[in-house]
């Protein structure tokens, strides 16, 4: 587990500036939501996070780990998308385990590691399958799981929910979240859904243009909303 520390960071592209001047200090274990309306700057600064794009400046720090200029695979972090992609031709376990196999770790050793993970995630009795064979909710445990089993210091979740339906989704943010309260890894989770972030949040990072508008727990952001944008958005539904 790890703090994760943003200093200062810039994010150019060509000449626009789509993070001017971001700082935020995030606590071991902590489930912090980064919320947003589309295009203000969230998935930018998780991709910065995870080592898929460049700082134009400033300092990311992961625990006393400096890591702005380490490739991804350094990093020490997992990422779950949006669109999980998993793959069509291999099984559930297989998928699971293809990330370790990729640093030829020891086979015995990750077979134990997708048990475990399937255990944490309900899929004990699916890891014979394949993708095709599987509903929208365990593809996306699936895709879980592959973050899990690589054990990262950092989990980083881009709208993993928004491809699934609306009863699906709530399924899955209390599996998410029970999954947190297991294993007890740092998070990052992007959403531009209010009530996700309402619901899921230790503490919520309101991005409005690249700007942090609010940080805060979320009955202080409902209580106390710092200005009528935080107001607008975190009083309006989806
Ligand atoms: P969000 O995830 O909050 O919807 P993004 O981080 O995807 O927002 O995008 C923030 C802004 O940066 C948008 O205006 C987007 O068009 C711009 N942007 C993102 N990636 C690139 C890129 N590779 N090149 C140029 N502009 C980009
Ligand atoms: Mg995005």
């Known amino acids: 587990m790890a703090t994760v520390t943003l200093h200062n960071i810039q994010k150019r592209f060509g000449a626009v500036n789509v993070i001017e001047n971001l700082s935020v200090d995030i606590a071991d274990g902590e489930f912090v939501v980064l919320v947003g309306p589309s295009g203000c700057g969230k998935s930018t600064l998780l991709r ?3 080592g898929l794009e460049e700082v134009s400046g400033g300092e990311i720090r992961i625990g006393a780990r400096e890591v702005s ?23 559930v376990a297989d998928n699971m385990g293809f990330a370790l196999k990729l640093k030829r770790a020891n086979p ?7 048990k475990k993970a399937a255990a944490i995630l309900g899929l004990e009795n699916l890891l014979e399958r394949y993708p095709r064979q599987l509903s929208g909710g365990q593809r996306q445990r699936v895709a879980m799981g592959r973050a899990i089993v690589r054990n990262p210091q950092v989990f980083l979740f881009d709208e993993p929910l928004s491809n699934l339906d609306a ?7 209390s599996e998410i979240k029970a999954m947190h ?12 859904d209010q009530i996700e972030a309402m619901t899921m949040a230790d503490k919520i990072v309101v991005l409005h243009d690249g700007n942090i508008e609010q940080v805060g727990a979320p009955l202080e ?8 944008f935080v107001a607008g958005f975190i009083g309006s539904p989806a």
Do not use: C, S, W
């Not at 949006?82 to 031709?89: D, G, I, R, T």
């Open 48 to 50: 910065m996070v995870a």
């Open 69 to 91: 200029n380490l490739p991804a695979r350094d990093r020490d972090i997992a990422m779950v998308f949006q669109n999980y992609a998993l793959y069509p031709h291999m099984t």
């Open 108 to 114: 015995a050793d990750t077979a134990e590691r997708v």
């Open 167 to 173: 009863k699906l989704r709530v399924v899955m943010r």
């Open 181 to 192: 309260q297991r294993i007890g890894t740092t998070t990052i989770y992007v959403t531009h």
């Open 221 to 228: 952001l409902y209580d106390r909303p710092a200005n009528l």
